[in-house]
């Protein structure tokens, strides 16, 4: 069991890590060359479909390293616990670089770009999942 379990936190860790830095480089320009032009919400839009094929590839990469070395229901595990990292730094260091509450927060993604933001979560969580079992199933 604690050889499962550090594994499961070596490939939810190596996800996170690149998820994050191409979310880092894609934010960045983001905020200094699409807001001024088109606004915070649609600038995130913009932004969706790079961090979406980042989340994909990312999920690819752990998958094939991982390869016969872990089952299904772990890499479901990569996905949750990845998404749990992203949550804590992006409710400690985002919030605290933007000035933030966790109030101003929420009610920053009350709109189209917040709902896509959602749905883009529920992906990177279950894109380890997925790409494993659509590369593992017989």
Known sequence: MKRQMKKILHYSSLYFVIVFTV????GTIRVLLL?????EHTAELLEMPLMLLACFFSARFVASIAGNRVVAWQMLAVGVLALLYLLVVELSIVIWLRDLSVSEYVESKYSLAGLAYVVLLILYALFPYSVYRSKNSP
């Open 35 to 39: 807001v001024p032009y088109f606004g």
């Open 23 to 26: 979310g880092f480089v894609l």
